[in-house]
């Protein structure tokens, strides 16, 4: 079955210290997305791919970077940790094409990071 | 500015008494609306969506939202709330290329 996956589950890691989230989906989708979730604020979109060689930021991508070279994989890199940074992670993606939010999104099972 | 509210941030039912949670957004043109829910330690799961057309939409699980479009609102409703329902339920909201979710209003099932 087709699916999206997020590695690690959880992670800790320092301040100042360079972190890349991965995130793989066997959907073949085209959009594929990073939020963060934080308590009070729901998710908030931080970079969003609308395919190969593309990437676009959201609403909440200082401190964040991605990039796309292929359809699968969307890796989220946090150039250098800061605390503000602790959070829950969720990947997602979604077929289609003209605008992400017009189909479903499919989400991965989050990444747990702590940054000290 | 764009904005998307869910008033309540926890609301407990008994079980088989009927649900509705509430959602509002602040957007010019009218938006793609949606509501997740997210379970324990899982990652958001589509409940349904709302386009155009019809205002009242069915979705998965026996839930059903409609839009009004007067109030800004798309609300949630259950008629009979199971056990399983327990979770975490976000209203999001997508006008163009920006894609806003509420903070979540989290639902207890009591026995």
């Known amino acids: 079955d087709a699916e999206i996956t997020q590695s690690p589950r959880h992670k800790i890691t320092e301040t100042g210290r360079q972190v890349t989230l991965a995130c793989h989906q066997t959907w073949n989708h085209n959009n594929m997305f990073w939020y963060r979730q934080d308590l009070g604020h729901g998710l908030r979109l931080i970079h969003y791919?609308?395919?190969?060689?593309?990437?676009n930021k959201g609403e909440v991508s200082d401190g964040y970077s991605v990039s796309r070279s292929n359809t699968e994989d969307l890796p989220l890199t946090l150039e250098s940790a800061a605390s503000s940074q602790t959070s829950v992670y969720f990947c997602?993606?979604?077929?289609?094409?003209?605008?992400?939010?017009?189909?479903?999104?499919?989400f991965g099972p989050g990444t747990r990071l702590t940054v000290t | 500015a764009q904005s998307v509210t869910q008033p309540d941030i926890h609301i407990t039912v008994s079980e088989g008494a009927s649900l509705e949670l509430r959602c509002n957004y602040s957007?010019?043109?009218?938006?793609?609306l949606f509501w997740y829910v997210q379970s324990p330690g899982q990652g958001l799961q589509l409940l349904l969506k709302y386009f155009s057309g019809d205002t009242l939409v069915q979705g998965i699980k026996g839930f059903e939202a409609e839009f009004k479009r007067s109030q800004s609102s798309f609300n949630l409703r259950k008629p009979s709330v199971h056990w399983s329902d327990a979770a975490e339920y976000f209203c999001?909201?997508?006008?163009?290329?920006?894609?806003?979710f509420g903070a979540g209003t989290r639902l207890t099932v009591k026995p």
């Open positions: 997602a993606s979604s077929p289609g094409t003209g605008g992400f939010f017009s189909y479903e999104q499919y």
């Open positions: 957007y010019g043109a009218t938006p793609y």
């Open positions: 999001a909201v997508g006008v163009g290329n920006d894609m806003r």
């Open positions: 791919s609308y395919g190969v060689h593309d990437t």
